[in-house]
């Protein structure tokens, strides 16, 4: 089973409600949970402050693509015999330095190391960007140059567009952050709007193969629609929504198929 299946069978069990963007939206408030799992998403040997800080940023990449702002953040954290005081202290320390107040969580062990973030942000009620309102003839932009984070073995920090995120609102038609990749995010986008796409330019960053920018995911770069053509520093254009089967994405003409990373394949 896939993730994009998955979460399509959550959406139709009764008592689920708002499953399937960035966040889910209550009222002015927006909510996501984001988890990391040693051997999956960092190593034993990576730097404490480093899995910290990734913990929390990852969730705030998340609430950029709302185009809110984080009031607060809640931990749970299993730690296994290997993590000593020491290790556990750094970890929050890195986390911390971010400056989202931690405001509570949960303390178990495990035998590896799992740390699971719920961060909550703010945004003016309705407002929220979404993944479902994209349409034909939408210009399609990222943030930045693509491929990096995948060059550099995923050692890169990602840094939540926030700025960006709260500039889009009332501009951006739909938004996501691009966590697994954009051949993938872009196809959960279209899906999400019940559109199609044309790639036409690709950023990819310096050293970094196309491959790489279309499929390797932690970009942690925002992707967005627009139905007017916008002027914000550091944004590039990359193709346009089109007419067509639901999540289909063409490059140069071409059929690309959503290859970026999902856990459950
Ligand atoms: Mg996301």
Same mark, same amino acid.
């Given at each position: 089973m896939t993730e994009i299946k998955l979460i399509d069978w959550l959406q139709r069990?009764?008592?689920?409600?708002?499953?399937?963007?960035?966040c889910f939206i209550y009222s002015d408030l927006v909510f996501t949970t984001d988890m990391m799992v040693e051997g999956v998403h960092?190593?034993? !040997?990576?730097?404490p402050e480093a899995v910290g800080y990734k913990t929390l940023a990852r969730g705030l990449s998340d609430i950029a693509a709302m185009g809110a702002t984080p009031r607060f953040c809640l931990l749970s954290l299993a730690v296994p015999a290997w993590a000593n005081d020491a290790w556990v202290k750094r970890f929050y320390k890195g986390l911390l330095k971010l400056g989202v107040p931690l405001t509570g969580g949960d303390l178990s062990h495990a035998s590896q190391l799992v740390c699971d973030i719920m961060v909550c942000g703010q945004v003016a009620q309705g407002k929220a960007l979404r993944r479902d309102g994209a349409m034909p003839g939408d210009h399609i932009y990222v943030s930045g140059e693509l491929g990096a984070n995948a060059r550099d073995h995923f050692k890169r920090p990602p840094e939540p567009r926030l700025a960006l995120g709260r500039k889009l609102i009332?501009?951006? !038609?739909a938004c996501m952050d691009l966590s697994d990749g954009l051949s993938l995010d872009l196809h959960r986008l279209c899906i999400a709007s019940g559109v199609a796409a044309d790639l036409e330019a690709i950023p990819v960053a310096?050293?970094?193969t196309l491959d790489q920018a279309l499929?390797?995911?932690?970009?942690y770069e925002l992707l967005f629609t627009s139905k007017t053509p916008l002027r914000l520093a550091g944004i590039k254009r990359i193709g346009t929504i089109r007419k067509g089967k639901s999540g289909a994405i063409r490059l140069d003409g071409k059929p690309l198929k959503p290859a970026g990373y999902d856990h459950f394949r």
């Open positions: 069990q009764p008592g689920t409600k708002g499953i399937g963007d960035d960092f190593e034993q !040997t990576d730097a009332g501009k951006a !038609t310096k050293g970094a499929h390797g995911g932690e970009d």
